[in-house]
């Protein structure tokens, strides 16, 4: 059995969850919840919600970490690895980028900006993933000599079953139903930092129908919103329709 490894890179506050819960969902696939997130919080200091606890719970070595990814997990299939883009810290070695099929999961700027700063207070650039999540798409590119999939957050949750169709095809693997939905609760592939994040995925059985939300931004995040739209566009035109 020939066994796959997807690596799929978000920014936060992004349906990334839901997405890992989907892929969790099949049968063939093992998943691995933000394998860098310990090494992060450790090596940057930020003060996220339970952060010790990830620091003590998670592998603070980033080589030990790439170290695992390079490789399948377990008997599976595939393995699926939900990244967060903000962790990826520049002293991390990219090389092994290549060994693994790469894919993208983007988020309107602004909402996500909405979302995040709810929960970390005048966020910087870099703490939104776009830089990083742009870096590493080149990275990719320049890597593999292709273009990787890269699907929008709204497309999905507009037609979960088209787009998820779609990037199953992009990544050269049969698309599952059982992607569609998943029992609500907490599951052991979760890192600790559930109790802080998951909430609304752990009551969820499927993806959220969309909502349009135009809610304005505050006049002092205007200037991060021009930075951070302008990462998003680098990667929104080749997003899967």
Not at 26 to 48: I, K, M, N
Not at 156 to 177: G, I, Q, T, W, Y
Not at 197 to 214: H, I, Q, R
Request: net charge neutral; charged share 25%; with cysteine.
């Amino acid at each position: 059995m020939t066994q796959r490894i997807i690596a799929m890179w978000s920014g936060p506050r992004n349906i990334s969850t839901a997405m890992m819960r989907s892929w969790e969902s099949r049968s063939d696939t093992l998943v691995v919840d933000e394998p860098f997130y310990a090494h992060y919080l450790f090596h940057s200091g930020y003060d996220h919600p339970g952060a010790d606890e990830v620091i003590a719970c998670g592998e603070t070595d980033w080589r030990k970490v790439v170290a695992s990814l390079a490789r399948p997990k377990g008997g599976e299939a595939i393995t699926f690895q939900k990244h967060m883009t903000q962790h990826m810290l520049e002293h991390i070695d990219r090389s092994w980028l290549g060994k693994v099929s790469n894919c993208f999961l983007i988020r309107d700027p602004r909402r996500m900006l909405l979302s995040f700063s709810k929960v970390i207070p005048n966020p910087s650039l870099d703490q939104t993933g776009l830089p990083q999540q742009a870096e590493i798409f080149n990275a990719v590119r320049e890597a593999t000599g292709a273009i990787p999939p890269v699907i929008v957050a709204k497309d999905v949750l507009l037609n979960p079953e088209r787009m998820l169709r779609k990037l199953c095809a992009a990544l050269d693997l049969n698309f599952d139903r059982a992607m569609l939905c998943w029992k609500a609760g907490r599951r052991e592939s979760d890192g600790v930092w559930a109790k802080h994040w998951y909430g609304a995925v752990e009551k969820s059985t499927g993806f959220a129908p969309y909502k349009v939300d135009d809610t304005p931004l505050p006049a002092w995040m205007n200037g991060l919103l021009d930075d951070c739209q302008e990462l998003y566009e680098q990667m929104a035109q080749y997003c899967i329709r």
